[in-house]
């Protein structure tokens, strides 16, 4: 029977890395993020096949958290097996520069204005969303003023993953007294991934050539094992047997886990085995150092 369990990151082909991988993009002004995903999935998919005709395929890519087609900025790609991961992107904070244009001259108090709403808000997502158009609270952890001119503010926004920046920029208005909306917006960070690794889409094409053509080395330092996307969420180490228990529908239980992060109940935890390459998502349920019970619920199965 062929074992469940993959090769070491370090170890992984190009191929494998491809189907089991993630690219930290930079998207571009004007394609939706559904349009980049599918981009993103046709390219890595020729490539692995070219690469590895009897290797692992790649039939699909799931992005970060969608953004508007004039929105830019950090939209990490999850390719193949790794899109089985992507609720991993609700759990941390977005990072966001914004254009706040203002109806009107900039008032004195503008930057107390901001402090006041690095809080709880209530938001109702706009008529053109994905999701229910229910009131529901998000968080705004740090709301920085860059820079501003009469009419115009460069603000810089730390928040809960599903904020709704334009919704935002139009309250900032209502508060100042000028009204406001959003102008330009760009995606500066998405825990664990930040601005300071993105690709662009040329890069990742370029990659992909030199990879067919024999050099590899672009192609690994812009396709990171899909493990990379895990780094924010606590980490669970089992052992290889309960790897393979995992892999056929059991959950984690005490006598498998070798070393456990402190998570509290009910968070989602990340499994490896000890050679890091991920196992599965799962929901924190027991304690990692009783000698008998379920530690570990599980949420999707990685291997």
């Not at 508007?68 to 790794?82: I, Q, R, S, Y």
Request: hydrophobic letters at 40%; proline letters at 7%.
């Amino acid at each position: 029977m062929t074992d469940p369990l993959r090769a070491p990151p370090e170890d992984r082909s190009a191929a494998e890395l491809l189907a089991f991988g993630v690219v930290n993009l930079d998207k571009p002004a004007g394609p939706s993020a559904h349009q980049v995903a599918g981009w993103v999935r046709d390219l890595a998919a020729d490539a692995a096949t070219d690469l590895a005709p009897e290797g692992p395929t790649v039939d699909r890519a799931a992005h970060a958290g969608t953004l508007d087609p004039k929105v830019t900025g950090c939209l990490p790609m999850l390719l193949g097996e790794a899109t089985r991961m992507a609720q991993v992107f609700l759990e941390g904070r977005k990072e966001y520069v914004a254009v706040l244009e203002l109806h009107g001259p900039a008032p004195t108090n503008l930057e107390s204005v901001l402090a006041e709403f690095e809080a709880p808000l209530y938001q109702k997502p706009p008529r053109k969303s994905a999701v229910s158009r229910r009131l529901r609270v998000r968080e705004i952890h740090e709301l920085e003023l860059l820079d501003q001119s009469e009419r115009q503010a460069l603000i810089r926004i730390q928040c809960e993953s599903g904020t709704y920046v334009r919704k935002l920029c139009h309250d900032l208005g209502l508060a100042l007294g000028t009204g406001a909306h959003m102008g330009h917006l760009r995606r500066t960070a998405t825990d664990p991934f930040d601005d300071t690794s993105l690709v662009n889409l040329q890069t990742f094409v370029d990659a992909l050539k030199f990879a067919r053509e024999g050099d590899e080395g672009s192609l690994r330092e812009i396709v990171q094992p899909a493990e990379r996307a895990l780094t924010h969420l606590p980490r669970v180490e089992i052992a290889p047997s309960a790897a393979r228990q995992v892999a056929t529908g059991a959950p984690v239980y005490a006598p498998g886990v070798i070393d456990a992060d402190d998570a509290d109940d009910g968070a989602l935890v990340a499994c490896y085995t000890p050679d890091g390459s991920a196992v599965c998502l799962g929901t924190m349920t027991g304690d990692p150092d009783a000698d008998s019970g379920t530690v570990v619920d599980l949420e999707r199965v990685l291997v």
